[in-house]
């Protein structure tokens, strides 16, 4: 039961355009959400994260969008570099203490940006 | 900077040998995570504790233990390896504060391969 889905495996980008990677889930008690992103090699680091009373973050080329009522969310890089290209991972929690934090993870994906 | 360490980059184990997978983290985290990760199949939770010798089941806790001695160690144990445990193991941490309680930190992965 996937409760964090991320139905595009890969995705092809030129630098310099936008790229969009997307998630959804289905866990309606999930309340924050973030994006991790690994490198071959290497472990996931996180990028950025959203909470459930807003619709959008920002970091610098990354913004984070969710819809609630669509149970989905986006990442957006813009404009897209060639070092941005690795696995990107949607993952979300439900609040409260005695989930510690747990994250369930996405299946990732592939984010290629071409020179 | 964080640092999470794992005891070793790639393993390779014969069927039913026991193995143990060592983690150690040095900013005095409260939580800690092993995941392991297979293609399209995204990161999934294995085991957590939060707090030295409290362990919780994640997702897919079956043929697997943890130990956790000491707060900066977590340990994960396959009592039997088995062809199906290959795979890509990683361990996180994080802080137990609510402003900073999502945000997990990934050691470099472990490549296990039992044949």
């Known amino acids: 039961d996937q409760q964090v889905k991320q139905n595009s495996p890969s995705l092809s980008v030129q630098e310099g355009r936008i790229s969009i990677l997307n998630c959804d889930y289905t866990?309606?008690?999930?309340?924050?959400f973030l994006w991790y992103k690994k490198y071959p090699a290497e472990g996931p680091t996180f990028l950025i994260s959203?909470?459930?009373?807003?619709d959008k973050n920002e970091d610098g080329r990354f913004t984070v969008f969710l819809n609630k009522s669509a149970k989905h969310l986006s990442l957006h890089i813009v404009p897209s570099q060639p070092g941005d290209s690795a696995v990107y991972f949607c993952?979300?929690?439900?609040?409260?203490?005695?989930?510690?934090?747990?994250?369930?993870f996405g299946q990732g994906t592939i984010l290629t940006v071409h020179p | 900077d964080v640092k999470v360490t794992q005891s070793s980059r790639y393993l390779v184990k014969r069927t039913g040998e026991k193995v143990f997978l060592e983690c150690v983290q040095d900013?005095?985290?409260?939580?800690m995570f092993w995941y392991r990760q297979d293609p399209g199949l995204g990161l999934r939770l294995i085991y957590f504790?939060?707090?030295?010798?409290?362990?919780e089941k994640g997702d897919i806790p079956e043929g697997y233990s943890v130990s956790r001695e000491k707060k900066e160690r977590f340990s994960l144990i396959l009592e039997s390896a088995s062809t199906n445990q290959t795979s890509m193991y990683l361990c996180?941490?994080?802080?137990?504060?609510?402003?900073?309680?999502?945000?997990?930190?990934f050691g470099p992965g472990t490549r296990l391969t039992v044949t």
């Open positions: 996180a941490s994080s802080w137990s504060g609510r402003a900073r309680l999502y945000e997990q930190y």
């Open positions: 866990n309606s008690m999930f309340d924050y």
């Open positions: 959203i909470s459930s009373i807003k």
């Open positions: 993952a979300a929690t439900k609040g409260g203490g005695t989930s510690y934090g747990k994250l369930t």
């Open positions: 900013m005095d985290h409260e939580n």
């Open positions: 504790s939060y707090d030295v010798k409290m362990k």
